[in-house]
């Protein structure tokens, strides 16, 4: 796979016959090793081990109602008062952050509310806060540790 903007991590990989899979340690399972996936991986590693977040209070992948529609996020990370603190949207390293992508994340955040926001393809990493008395996001150029 592609080398990201991410330091290096150990991975473990499997063979199936559904093909290349990737162990993903919140989901505690195998999942199919897409180039999103690949990334998702990376950030879940990247907030662990240079972020210190508890692997306790993180999800990935899983599916939110949002307006009527089913959403699926890739990452959020929870305090232990259940609010949340990351929401992050991973891309595939071939598509590019754009305006739709932050879209998507606000829309998200929403229903989230959360501290940050991390918006990622592997190459490019953006993360933000939300100015909710300006109505503006607010860039920063790194997330700060995200423990207890």
């Known amino acids: 796979m592609l080398k990201l903007a991410f330091d290096t991590?150990?991975?473990?990989?499997?063979?199936?016959?559904?093909?290349?899979?990737?162990?993903?340690?919140?989901?505690?399972?195998?999942?199919?090793l897409t180039p999103e996936e690949w990334v998702r991986q990376h950030v879940v590693q990247f907030l662990i081990k240079k972020k210190k977040a508890p692997t306790s209070w993180m999800n990935a992948e899983?599916?939110?109602?949002?307006?009527?529609?089913?959403?699926?996020?890739?990452?959020?990370?929870?305090?232990s008062d259940g609010t949340v603190q990351l929401i992050v949207e991973c891309k595939a390293p071939n598509v590019p952050i754009d305006q739709k992508v932050f879209d998507q994340i606000a829309r998200y955040n929403l229903k989230f509310n959360a501290?940050?926001?991390?918006?990622?393809?592997?190459?490019?990493?953006?993360?933000c806060t939300f100015d909710h008395v300006n109505q503006k996001y607010v860039f920063l150029p790194d997330l700060p540790d995200l423990n207890p």
């Open 62 to 79: 899983k599916q939110f109602s949002l307006a009527g529609l089913t959403k699926r996020f890739d990452v959020i990370l929870f305090r």
């Open 115 to 127: 501290t940050y926001m991390m918006v990622t393809n592997g190459i490019e990493h953006y993360f």
């Open 9 to 32: 991590y150990q991975f473990q990989f499997k063979n199936s016959e559904k093909g290349r899979q990737i162990f993903d340690v919140i989901r505690k399972k195998f999942v199919a």
